[in-house]
């Protein structure tokens, strides 16, 4: 499973570490991907990281402003949020993908943590 953690309440712009570690499966054999779901909206892609590690890709809401990372000897991937809006509030929820390459869409993933909730006061 994934467990992510990390979660809470942010004042805008300022930051929060998201963590997802993982157990049964080795983070570094696949793609992982970072999805943020807002009350009443569809779940969104966020950030993912290759299973090489060697390749990122962002959402443009999110360019500039979050880093995904991954950690193999922690078995856990991160994703780093830095100048944190209002519109960044959501669940965020990590996810792996077992096909060979890495790609953006929800359904492209094949297992889900339970999701953390980041809150942004203005």
């Known amino acids: 499973p994934l467990v992510e953690s990390g979660g809470g309440l942010v004042p805008a712009v300022g930051s929060r570490r998201l963590s997802c570690a993982a157990s049964?499966?080795?983070?570094?054999?696949?793609?992982m991907g970072w999805f943020g779901q807002a009350p009443g909206k569809p779940r969104e892609f966020a950030a993912v990281?290759?299973?090489?590690?060697?390749?990122?890709y962002y959402a443009d809401s999110v360019k500039g402003r979050c880093t995904i990372s991954r950690d193999n000897a922690k078995n856990a991937v991160y994703l780093q949020m830095n100048s944190l809006k209002p519109e960044d509030a959501a669940v965020y929820y990590c996810?792996?993908?077992?096909?060979?390459?890495?790609?953006?869409?929800?359904?492209?993933?094949?297992?889900w943590g339970q999701g953390t909730q980041v809150t942004v006061s203005s």
């Open positions: 996810a792996v993908r077992l096909g060979i390459t890495y790609r953006l869409g929800v359904n492209e993933y094949d297992y």
């Open positions: 049964g499966l080795t983070v570094s054999a696949y793609s």
């Open positions: 990281i290759s299973r090489s590690g060697g390749s990122t």
